[in-house]
């Protein structure tokens, strides 16, 4: 006869890893709270993770402060062989993500070798995807909840780092806010990374153990990432807002609809108030034509008109070359070849379109690996949200939410520039991948839990009838009755 054991509380939310220190829990995984290597390898993950994303290593390079030689690099090769050696490149490779992005970066290198230029290709190849690849394997190295939670608290305070260094750092440059020079110097790309990782702000908000001064700092935080955002004028990742609040309204009971919903139209409100005209300006042609006579709205109309064309020119050299493609991060030449041909002056600009981006430089099959990597990360998102309504705490089931969040916003960027070889999005598919592992390791041990076997209980014996005999002790103790 077996019998429910129910714990105090669920294990799945102690944070945990059943199993004596240096032995595997039940289901095979080594705890990372007694094994050096695994604690190491996430060290090094949560600290190359804070280092990619908050791009603190640009930022104190613009505040005058010598940068160390080669000390991201080193951080990512030391991660890389940790993640090796733990065994944490397995579980995110073994994956169908990791599969499928295996995939992706064996074809890349089959379209470096047939790109119309090797030597950029080979270039687009070791400096930009292969620190993208590295991210997501060195994912692996979390293996419990509370580590995902860490990893989201590593991208909450990463954003809050470039949030606090645009207030001191950056300028207005036509009217549009980003830092003086770096990747950052974009104001489209300083607004996407920062609604990277503005979501993970929510985490706290959402889950009940959270005290109130951690729920409040967060959202004022999240509040001073949206005017950062607003501030830089770019109309993407304004697109990219929208989208997120529209997820959020959809996920979030009626009553969470009805605030959500008073909440969005004082933000519209205080927007409208406090927004510079000329940012509005810029705004306004997302819905309409350029007034007469405003030159920032002119600027953005061509902005637009040029984006059109380079969208066009994308996908014709993607019908021109459906299979290779040009090469990787090779758009710009293929596009000047293209134009030349037209007779037409070449554009040299990307494609600012990163769907596109991959379609000409890595053909149709290159598109389809990358979206069925998206679809894949999506899935597992659906899939963790689904399973972790059953935490009491609700910290599961906001860490999913926050993970869906960043990847919508960062899905409708990427229709408007051009980062598809990027970390960003290498970043949230493997945190992805070990969410859903890491909860089916916890959902696996509670099943073992409940259905252990109920202790053996003592049988009643029904006590003798009294006896006129004294029993007589044999040798060791053991009694019989005279006479038996």
């Not at 951080?75 to 397995?90: F, P, W, Y």
């Not at 379209?111 to 620190?131: A, K």
């Not at 501030?231 to 989208?243: C, E, G, H, K």
């Not at 409100?269 to 509005?280: D, G, L, S």
């Amino acid at each position: 006869m077996q019998s429910a054991v129910v714990p105090a509380e669920p294990m799945l939310w102690r944070g945990t890893m059943s199993g004596a220190p240096g032995q595997s829990s039940p289901v095979g995984v080594p705890n990372p709270e007694s094994d050096l290597i695994l604690k190491l390898a996430f060290g090094f993950f949560a600290i190359d993770l804070f280092l990619t994303v908050s791009r603190i290593l640009e930022i104190t390079s613009l505040a005058g402060i010598a940068r160390i030689p080669y000390l991201g690099v080193t951080i990512h090769v030391v991660t890389m062989v940790l993640a090796l050696i733990s065994g944490g490149a397995k579980r995110v490779l073994a994956s169908r993500v990791g599969a499928i992005l295996a995939l992706f970066t064996g074809w890349m290198m089959v379209c470096t070798l047939t790109s119309v230029w090797r030597g950029g290709s080979t270039d687009i190849l070791l400096r930009q995807w292969l620190p993208s690849l590295i991210i997501f394997v060195s994912c692996g190295t979390v293996v419990t909840l509370p580590q995902c939670r860490k990893a989201a608290t590593v991208l909450a305070t990463a954003t809050a780092v470039i949030a606090g260094a645009s207030y001191a750092l950056a300028t207005l440059k036509d009217d549009r806010l980003a830092f003086e020079a770096g990747t950052l110097g974009n104001a489209n790309e300083l607004s996407m990374v920062l609604l990277l990782g503005a979501p993970f702000f929510l985490v706290p908000v959402f889950s009940l153990g959270s005290s109130w001064f951690r729920k409040v700092v967060s959202l004022a935080l999240c509040a001073v990432v949206v005017v950062l955002v607003i501030r830089s004028a770019s109309r993407s990742n304004l697109l990219a807002i929208v989208s997120i609040l529209t997820v959020l309204f959809w996920t979030r009971p009626f009553a969470g609809k009805l605030k959500l919903g008073l909440l969005t139209i004082v933000l519209v409100f205080v927007f409208i108030a406090a927004t510079p005209r000329q940012v509005v300006s810029r705004y306004i042609t997302l819905f309409s034509d350029a007034p007469t006579g405003d030159d920032i709205a002119n600027s953005a109309h061509e902005s637009t008109a040029a984006r059109q064309y380079l969208l066009q020119q994308s996908l014709r050299l993607t019908m021109e070359h459906p299979i290779f493609g040009v090469g990787p991060g090779i758009f710009t030449v293929g596009e000047a070849d293209l134009a030349k041909s037209e007779g037409q002056a070449a554009q040299w600009h990307v494609s600012h379109n990163s769907y596109t981006q991959v379609s000409s430089e890595m053909g149709i099959p290159g598109l389809l690996l990358y979206l069925a990597a998206l679809w894949g990360t999506l899935s597992n998102i659906v899939w963790f949200r689904r399973r972790s309504r059953i935490d009491p705490t609700g910290r599961a089931s906001a860490l999913g939410l926050a993970l869906l969040l960043s990847l919508v916003g960062l899905c409708v960027n990427l229709a408007f520039s051009s980062n598809a070889y990027f970390p960003y999005l290498p970043i949230l598919m493997g945190l992805s991948v070990v969410l859903r592992k890491s909860l089916q390791v916890e959902m696996n041990r509670e099943t073992v839990q409940l259905n252990l076997p109920k202790p053996a209980l003592a049988v009643p014996v029904k006590p003798a009838a009294a006896s006129s005999e004294k029993p007589v002790y044999r040798f060791l103790g053991r009694a019989r009755r005279s006479g038996a």
